[in-house]
């Protein structure tokens, strides 16, 4: 079936997870180029179905732990690579939810490219919303999501958005923003990102910005939830 904005693999039925009496929760994975647009999907899904009805996981919160290694080296690493990622204990905490346990979910320094010790804790609910650009590239964590929604972009746009967050959020300059796009972004993106969007379910283009889109999308969570 083929809605305007809205593109779903045929014989896709968004009807998996909590249906009716059914206790295990729902996950939702959002997948989609850096810059895509895939957080303001996240945040609307939550904001329109609500955040107590949501355990919200970024994958960007479980990037390794560099505070070993000297500052010039911790911005060399490649943080769009699988590697960069300790996507293992994303699962367990996706898994920990689903079982309707807490998980205390790391707290991650941009600026300093390094893992706080602090933590904050994710409360079971009845959806869990997974986001990030490789949540797709990793079997494990893939074959979690119930519903896969990738967030089709196209590359100069995900390149602006990205130069302004990174510079507003992150404390990186015009050139560290280009050289990290051109060396690691771009490839990483071509190799692994663009290639995990024939896992998705759902495709939502225009930057996650397609109103129709969202609409459809948080009409079925609410009929699934209600």
């Given amino acids: 079936m083929q809605k305007p904005g809205f593109l779903e693999k045929p014989g896709f039925c968004f009807s998996t997870g909590i249906i009716g009496g059914m206790t295990t929760p729902l996950v939702i994975g959002i997948a989609g180029g850096s810059g895509s647009g895939k957080t303001t999907v996240a945040q609307e899904i939550l904001q329109r179905v609500g955040p107590d009805r949501i355990a919200f996981l970024q994958h960007d919160a479980y990037y390794k732990d560099l505070s070993g290694l000297p500052p010039t080296q911790r911005a060399e690493v490649n943080f769009d690579h699988p590697n960069s990622l300790e996507t293992n204990l994303m699962i367990q905490h996706v898994e920990q939810l689903k079982r309707g346990q807490p998980a205390d979910i790391p707290i991650y320094d941009f600026s300093t490219h390094s893992r706080t010790s602090k933590t904050y804790t994710v409360q079971p609910r009845g959806v869990i919303l997974v986001e990030g650009i490789l949540i797709f590239v990793e079997p494990a964590l893939r074959d979690l999501c119930d519903v896969k929604i990738f967030v089709d972009t196209d590359s100069d746009i995900r390149f602006i958005r990205r130069l302004q967050r990174d ?13 990290q796009y051109v060396t690691t972004v771009r490839p990483m ?28 999308v948080v009409a079925r969570i609410e009929a699934l939830l209600n």
Avoid: C
């Fill in 189 to 216: 993106h071509m190799d692994f990102v663009e290639p995990s969007k024939r896992y998705a379910d759902v495709i939502i283009p225009e930057g996650g910005m397609n109103v129709a889109a969202l609409d459809m």
């Fill in 167 to 179: 510079i507003a959020e992150r404390g990186r300059t015009v050139d560290m923003v280009i050289h």
